[in-house]
């Protein structure tokens, strides 16, 4: 993947910057899924952006990871485009713009449907027994198992029943209700994946820092103005992530000293 430099395509490709795009403004369950899992290959190439840089730069190689610097942490129309919403009077740069929009709860009510023909403790029995996990190491229900469940047990008991339609729209509720939960849980999955990646390449720019391409002075702002500033506002997340203040103590130390 090096030699043909694609950590770097698409760490600085539009497909990183579709990830800054506001959840809370896809009304539909399907497109919140497929959006979740948009963010959570973000995350991967995050992930990939820091391994390719601490690579390059323990090589002595300064020309890539000065690309992906920038790509990172300099402002651009791109992320200013997805992020003109937030009232913030700073150049938004891409890796806090990803970290800040990544720690941003998602404004959903899930709502438990009004059962009246099932019975919900064993509704539940099928939940758990409906359960599995994705590619991407994420619960999920399998949802089309459980309407072929619940179908079977309708036919049997309701199949003569002029309350049939009555028993299908509580189906389509059940149904519906845990495809919102895989669309919640992939959502979860996504934000964190994210925090990792984000949290993954500040620890590696705090093991090389200050690099000599970037101005002392604007790493110091850099981190400890926004990284500060960033923490304290949308800090639930990311302070609780376990790498988050090794990652960031490394340029208070480096500042002390200076």
């Known amino acids: 993947m090096r030699s043909s430099d694609i950590i770097e395509k698409l760490a600085t490709s539009p497909f990183v910057c579709s990830a800054l795009a506001l959840e809370d403004d896809i009304d539909n369950t399907y497109a919140t899924g497929i ?21 390059m730069l323990t090589t002595g190689h300064f020309t890539k990871p000065e690309k992906l610097y920038r790509a990172l942490l300099e402002s651009s129309e791109m992320v200013a485009e997805q992020t003109m919403d937030e009232n913030d009077d700073e150049a938004p740069n891409l890796l806090f713009s990803l970290l800040r929009r990544s720690t941003e709860p998602r404004k959903y009510e899930l709502l438990y449907p009004e059962l009246v023909h099932f019975d919900v403790t064993k509704l539940h029995e099928l939940f758990d027994a409906c359960l599995t996990v994705n590619i991407y190491g994420v619960a999920q229900y399998d949802v089309l198992y459980l309407n072929r469940l619940l179908r079977r047990e309708i036919e049997a008991v309701y199949s003569d029943c002029q309350e049939i339609k009555y028993v ?43 690099v000599h391409f970037f101005s002392n002075n604007m790493q110091y702002v850099l981190w400890l103005r926004d990284v500060s500033k960033l923490a304290t506002k949308n800090s639930t997340k990311v302070l609780k992530h376990p790498s988050f203040e090794t990652s960031v103590s490394p340029f208070y130390e480096t500042k002390r000293e200076k």
């Open 168 to 210: 299908q729209k509580e189906l389509e509720a059940v149904l519906e209700y845990c495809s919102e939960i895989n669309a919640n849980l992939l959502s979860e999955s996504a934000s964190n994946r994210i925090v990792s990646g984000c949290t993954a390449l500040l620890n590696v720019f705090s093991v090389f820092a200050p």
């Open 35 to 55: 959006f979740a899992v948009r963010r959570m290959i973000v995350g991967y190439i995050l992930h990939f952006a820091a391994v390719e840089i601490s690579a």
